[in-house]
């Protein structure tokens, strides 16, 4: 069964600190993909990456970059230089080729609350 | 272009009470998910639909059942609501369900309280 575990429940760091979020995930696949969302607290899932399990090539978008480790099956998310306004939960979540019959829903972490402190 | 519309935002029900929650996906999007997010938990997969027919259900008893409309909007229905159904629900609109990694698009959820 596919499962993602963010073993992180909340963090809190200092405006301007760099913060890494971790995700760990199972699946009996070779295909699959990898996701991160943020959640403010109006509740709307705010995509932030897709990963497919073929692209190994951490990624970097501003302030975000990911790293993407098969061997350890991590799927880590750093945040350089934090703002206030990524203050939220960071849900971790992962979508396989064969998830029930046809469908392919996504396996959500428990999400790890950041707190941002000016 | 509008993203995932849900409505309503927020509704409070009584135990026992029906409710309906409605979803309008991404334009040109053929699959709407939906997805229940209790308090501190990440969401949970409820039902699939892609072209209008089911194509996943999630472990949630027959209280819940969903449909999607020719436009492709869609509606949940839970029936005989007990307390612990109060959560976020979340539509997910994709252009083919998820396949070959697409993209899963949220919207801004309704929140149900059952009192």
């Known amino acids: 069964a596919q499962k993602v575990t963010q073993a992180q429940t909340e963090i809190s760091v200092v405006e301007k600190e760099d913060v890494t979020l971790d995700c760990v995930y199972e699946t009996r696949d070779t295909t699959y993909y990898l996701f991160w969302y943020k959640q403010p607290p109006s509740g709307e899932l705010v995509f932030l990456i897709r990963?497919?399990?073929?692209?190994?090539q951490n990624e970097i978008s501003g302030r975000y970059s990911w790293n993407f480790q098969k061997s350890t099956s991590s799927f880590n998310f750093t945040i350089t230089a934090s703002q206030v306004v990524d203050s939220a939960v960071y849900f971790c979540?992962?979508?396989?080729?064969?998830?029930?019959?046809?469908?392919?829903?996504?396996?959500f972490g428990k999400g790890t609350k950041l707190s941002v402190i000016p | 272009d509008a993203g995932v519309t849900q409505s309503p935002t927020h509704l409070i029900k009584t135990r026992g009470q029906h409710v309906t929650l409605r979803c309008s996906p991404i334009s040109g999007h053929k699959s709407v998910s939906w997805y229940q997010q209790v308090l501190g938990q990440g969401p949970q997969f409820i039902f699939q639909y892609y072209e209008k027919e089911e194509r996943g259900r999630g472990n949630f008893p027959d209280r819940f059942s969903a449909r999607q409309f020719p436009n492709y909007s869609s509606e949940l229905n839970v029936n005989a609501l007990l307390l612990g159904d109060s959560a976020l629900y979340l539509c997910?609109?994709?252009?083919?369900?998820?396949?070959?990694?697409?993209?899963?698009?949220f919207g801004e959820g309704s929140w149900l309280t059952v009192v």
């Open positions: 990963r497919n399990s073929f692209d190994e």
């Open positions: 997910a609109s994709s252009f083919n369900g998820g396949r070959s990694g697409n993209t899963i698009y």
């Open positions: 979540a992962l979508s396989d080729l064969y998830s029930g019959a046809g469908s392919y829903q996504l396996t």
